[in-house]
């Protein structure tokens, strides 16, 4: 888990270091299950793309190569690349097993504070603050950075600036702290949840059963009565 600290770090810093005007895109899909991926995307233009080649000591060389080399010792060159129209992306996932695993990532991070992270009886609870850097490590404006939410199920209530479908996006304003917030039906129960449902309708269907045998027994009485 310390790897995925240093590795958003110290790749903000390295971006904000080999070229200005790239941007970056922190995702996360969550599945129904509650498993799922977190990606990070640098974007480049074929603008900068160019311009990196042409700077001497950098023939032969891709940018994403350059990013790998720059980030610390203990982490891993985890980014690969991708070709998106005159767009090169230098992308870098890492999937998570639960929400568990997802809040852990998250805390790991010095700028995300989880509020509210959890699948209940069927209902997905996103609620996450991001505070953004006023500045990049050098001084000049952060890269400009996105973060995007693909939820499970049916979109409810959330609070983002775009949806494309079940993804919601959030563009981080440098120096500010950005709430993001979703809700969706995800339609997924935990063995837990499916085992208190069935005591539930278990007892509602005893205390059904003896509203309605005191019920015949009262009108049993009356008729005698008579």
């Given at each position: 888990?310390m790897?995925?600290?240093?590795?958003?770090?110290?790749?903000?810093?390295?971006?904000?270091?080999?070229?200005?005007?790239?941007r970056?895109?922190?995702?996360?899909?969550?599945?129904?299950?509650g498993?799922?991926?977190?990606?990070?995307?640098?974007?480049?233009?074929?603008?900068?793309?160019?311009?990196f080649?042409?700077?001497?000591g950098?023939?032969?060389?891709?940018?994403?190569?350059?990013?790998?080399?720059?980030?610390?010792?203990?982490?891993?060159?985890?980014?690969?690349?991708?070709?998106?129209?005159?767009?090169?992306?230098?992308?870098?996932?890492?999937p998570f097993?639960?929400?568990?695993?997802l809040?852990?990532?998250?805390?790991?991070?010095?700028?995300?504070t989880?509020?509210?992270?959890a699948?209940?009886?069927?209902?997905?609870?996103?609620?996450?603050?991001?505070?953004?850097?006023?500045?990049?490590?050098?001084?000049?404006?952060?890269?400009?950075?996105?973060?995007?939410?693909?939820?499970?199920g049916?979109?409810?209530?959330?609070n983002?600036q775009?949806?494309?479908?079940?993804?919601?996006?959030?563009?981080?304003?440098?120096?500010?702290?950005?709430?993001?917030?979703?809700?969706?039906?995800?339609?997924?129960?935990?063995?837990?949840?499916?085992?208190?449902?069935?005591v539930?309708?278990?007892?509602?269907?005893?205390?059904?059963?003896?509203?309605?045998?005191?019920?015949?027994?009262?009108?049993?009485?009356?008729?005698a009565?008579?």
């Amino acid at each position: 888990m310390m790897k995925s600290r240093s590795l958003l770090f110290m790749l903000l810093a390295t971006v904000s270091l080999l070229l200005a005007g790239c941007r970056i895109v922190v995702a996360t899909q969550v599945n129904a299950d509650g498993s799922g991926e977190r990606r990070t995307d640098i974007i480049y233009t074929a603008e900068e793309v160019a311009s990196f080649t042409q700077t001497p000591g950098n023939e032969g060389r891709s940018v994403c190569d350059q990013i790998n080399d720059n980030l610390p010792p203990d982490v891993d060159a985890l980014f690969g690349e991708e070709k998106r129209g005159q767009e090169t992306v230098c992308v870098a996932t890492q999937p998570f097993a639960n929400l568990d695993e997802l809040r852990l990532a998250y805390a790991l991070m010095d700028n995300v504070t989880v509020n509210q992270l959890a699948i209940s009886f069927g209902r997905f609870i996103f609620d996450v603050d991001v505070a953004a850097p006023a500045t990049g490590p050098n001084g000049q404006p952060p890269a400009p950075t996105e973060w995007r939410l693909t939820v499970p199920g049916t979109l409810g209530e959330h609070n983002a600036q775009q949806v494309e479908g079940q993804t919601l996006i959030w563009a981080l304003t440098p120096g500010q702290t950005t709430n993001l917030h979703a809700e969706s039906s995800a339609g997924f129960f935990s063995a837990g949840e499916l085992a208190l449902a069935a005591v539930l309708s278990c007892l509602c269907g005893a205390l059904l059963a003896g509203g309605v045998a005191t019920l015949l027994a009262s009108r049993r009485g009356k008729r005698a009565q008579i």
